[in-house]
């Protein structure tokens, strides 16, 4: 059995996925007011940092997330990699259907009331909507980068599962081939204040590796129907400890 969260959420998953869920949905009427009130401020960004071992990640269950049993692995190294790139993965599809919802429906979208245990939708909205169009909305950018590989201290974690030896190698062999912060933080950098990111029809839900350059994902990180089902999961397991109006503490008066 893997660690859970308090929630009974598989560990990495509950920190790197549902926490930014959580964080992201309820600072997204501030950066909507932003765009309104302020005539300087014609778009914001958020930028998610993700890594290139998503791509070990080739399925998404979501009934394995508060797993019941220990399912088998072929070692503890590579069920701990796994469940970091599955947690990778879970950013990527959610810039993704972030992004969806801003553009279709706004922040109303973003901002609807959690969903019922058969995955529909409940009656009502956290909002009111006037059916007016919400063009702010379509001024927050969302994208994900990965940094690269970079000779951290949170690469001494190697030193558990490859012994104290060869995790000190391989943290040296990084050093010696990976990033440079500096080049790890260009990335973030330029998707957070390029201009690049909204001229024309705007860069939106991409991903991007060192430095600012813009590539493919896996293929099932591109699945939206995936992207769609993992968010209404999410919305359901935050609604469970924070309750079914949770999205409402995001909610400040005037702002929609």
Request: hydrophobic share 40%.
């Amino acid at each position: 059995m893997p660690p859970l969260s308090p929630q009974s959420i598989e560990s990495i998953f509950a920190t790197n996925h549902v926490g930014h869920h959580i964080l992201t949905v309820l600072l997204l009427p501030l950066l909507h007011s932003t765009i309104i009130h302020f005539a300087d401020a014609t778009s914001t960004r958020i930028v998610f940092t993700t890594s290139s071992l998503h791509r070990l990640c080739r399925e998404l269950d979501v009934n394995l997330l508060a797993p019941s049993e220990a399912s088998p692995t072929k070692s503890a190294c590579y069920d701990g990699i796994w469940r970091y790139g599955r947690s990778k993965l879970a950013n990527i599809l959610f810039t993704r259907e972030l992004n969806r919802r801003l553009m279709e429906g706004g922040l109303r979208e973003v901002l609807a009331s959690a969903v019922n245990g058969e995955g529909g939708r409940r009656n009502g909205s956290v909002v009111d909507d006037n059916g007016a169009d919400d063009e702010a909305s379509k001024h927050i950018y969302v994208n994900s980068f990965f940094p690269g590989n970079i000779a951290t201290d949170q690469m001494n974690i190697w030193k558990g599962y490859l012994g104290t030896v060869l995790g000190k190698a391989f943290k040296l062999f990084f050093s010696m081939t990976g990033q440079s912060t500096q080049d790890a933080a260009a990335t973030a950098l330029y998707l957070a204040a390029s201009g690049d990111i909204v001229e024309g029809g705007g860069v939106r839900g991409q991903y991007f590796v060192p430095v600012a350059k813009r590539e493919e994902t896996s293929r099932i990180a591109g699945d939206m129907e995936l992207a769609r089902q993992l968010w209404d999961w999410t919305d359901r397991k935050v609604a469970e400890v924070l309750g079914d109006d949770w999205q409402r503490n995001a909610v400040s008066e005037g702002i929609c």
